[in-house]
């Protein structure tokens, strides 16, 4: 999941997200990038986030950053 900012290249935090699910999904990455880099805005959090049955071997671990959900090592419940 990526967000394009502004033109102007600022964050203006009016986004929010929440509510994803990520189902079954299988896979093999690459040790240089994580799994999941899930990068939300502080002012903004992603919620509810939530993944299932996501297994992506060969890869560095999760980030995940200023969001809440379930199923995924690294990222707090709600």
Not at 37 to 46: E, R, V
Not at 55 to 63: L, R, S
Request: aromatic share 2%.
């Amino acid at each position: 999941m990526a967000v394009t900012l502004a033109g102007n290249g600022v964050d203006t935090g009016k986004l929010a997200i929440s509510d994803v699910t990520l189902n079954n999904i299988v896979g093999t990455g690459t040790s240089t990038r994580p799994a999941v880099l899930l990068d939300c805005n502080a002012a903004t959090p992603c919620k509810n986030i939530k993944f299932t049955g996501v297994t992506i071997t060969g890869t560095e671990a999760n980030q995940i950053k200023n969001a809440c959900g379930s199923g995924a090592n690294g990222i707090p419940a709600c």
